[in-house]
C-alpha cells in the first residue's frame, strides 16, 4: 500500500513538473509572438541594481510607452561593464500590453536562456511521469502473479 502511494506521488508530482513547464513555455512562446507582431522599440534606463540572494544582480530598467511609464527587472550582469544607474538599454515592447517587454536581440521575454529550460523541464516532467507509470505497472504485475 505505501508503494502504491509512493509511486501515485511520484507520478503526480512528475506530472505537475511537466505542466507547469509546459505552461510557462507555452506563455513565453505567446509573448514573444505578440512582440514580433507589433513590436515597440523603446530605450530604458536603470534606475537601480539590486542584490538578489543565490542569482546575483538584477536591474530595475524603467522605460515609457505610449506616454505611460513601466519597470521591469532584467539580470544583466554584475562587475565591470555592466549596466549600471544612469546607463540606456534598448528594449522591445509589445504594442497591446506594453508591460510585455523584452531586450533588443533576443526572442523571449525571460531571455533566451530561460524558454528552452522550461522546455527541458517539460520534457524531463513528462518522461519521469511515464517511468513512474512503467515502475507501477511492473510492481502491480509482480503481485497479481499466482506464487507457484
Request: with cysteine.
Amino acid at each position: 500500500m505505501r508503494t502504491r502511494l509512493a509511486l501515485w506521488g511520484a507520478g503526480l508530482l512528475c506530472l505537475l513538473v511537466a505542466v507547469l513547464g509546459g505552461c510557462s513555455a507555452s506563455r513565453q512562446w505567446r509573448q514573444a509572438e505578440r512582440i514580433d507582431a507589433a513590436p515597440v522599440r523603446v530605450t530604458g534606463v536603470v534606475t537601480a541594481v539590486e542584490h538578489v540572494p543565490k542569482s546575483g544582480y538584477e536591474q530595475v530598467i524603467a522605460y515609457e510607452v505610449q506616454g505611460r511609464r513601466h519597470t521591469v527587472r532584467r539580470s544583466l550582469g554584475a562587475g565591470t561593464g555592466s549596466p549600471g544607474v544612469g546607463h540606456r538599454v534598448c528594449l522591445e515592447a509589445d504594442r497591446d500590453r506594453p508591460d510585455v517587454v523584452r531586450l533588443c536581440g533576443e526572442r523571449y521575454p525571460s531571455g533566451d536562456d530561460l524558454n528552452p529550460t522550461y522546455v527541458l523541464v517539460t520534457v524531463a516532467g513528462a518522461i519521469g511521469a511515464c517511468v513512474v507509470a512503467g515502475v507501477a505497472d511492473g510492481v502491480r504485475r509482480s503481485r497479481s502473479k499466482p506464487s507457484r
